[in-house]
């Protein structure tokens, strides 16, 4: 696997976090998202009975996988056709950040999560949250990325977050080989999938007004076609999970 697969060449790298709700959580609600709004598992993509357990409406899914041959051949496709995206502005239906930071697509992935649709609507005024969207929100891709680099009060709450996983957290320069890309409910109402390696936002189709991102139609357009992409190029291995950010009920 290649070392790196998110970002090669760059000088700063973070501490891989762990695909955890708890500690996605605990690093949004620092940053800057209410109590109100959290992280929760999704079990199944198919079977009604667990996915009566996610609270809904959900504004986000974050998908974590392990990158494949089938994933790099089906993105470097995809990619091939597409231009560097350059928009910037209020006026755009999503917000996305390139990513320039080695290991930090998960930090990636939630941004894009909180960033974005219903959630960016809830972020708390006057949070280290706030203050860093409203920032990027004029900003080009290029000039969002380094904001994101240079942001202290960012690297500061992602090494919280990294210490609080179940697990032994990697070393910064580790290589990994899981990714997270998000899918969010748009201001347009369509769905994108969004994953700071790629050349910019991919929209994925509309949903109705009543759709959030895990309805049937958000999973069709996005999880279950990624899923579909990696079997029918041939990679046996179809480890993945599933979080999504929701409403919080004590």
Known sequence: MTDHVDVPETNKAFVPLENNPEVMSHLVHQLGLPPSLGFTDVYSIDEPDLL?????PSHALLLVFPVSKTYESSRMSEDSKLTDYTGSGPSEPVMWFKQTIRNACGLIGLLHAVSNGEAR???????????????????????????????????????????????????AEDSVDLHFVAFVKGVDGRLW??????????????????????????????????????????????????????????
């Open 121 to 171: 609507k809830q972020v708390l005024p006057g949070s280290d949250l706030d203050g860093l969207l409203r920032d990027a929100e004029p900003l080009g891709p290029i000039d969002r990325a380094n904001l994101l680099y240079e942001s202290k009060a960012l690297e500061s709450a992602h090494a919280d977050a990294a210490k609080l996983g179940d697990t032994t957290a990697p070393q």
């Open 52 to 56: 009566a357990f996610v609270p809904r």
């Open 193 to 250: 999938e969004l994953d700071g390696r790629r050349k910019g936002p991919l929209e994925r189709g509309k949903l109705d007004e009543d759709e959030d991102a895990l309805s049937e139609k958000a999973l069709e357009l996005g999880v279950r076609r990624f899923l579909k992409t990696e079997a029918q190029g041939g990679n046996p291995d179809l480890r993945f999970s599933l979080v999504s950010l929701g409403p919080v009920f004590d």
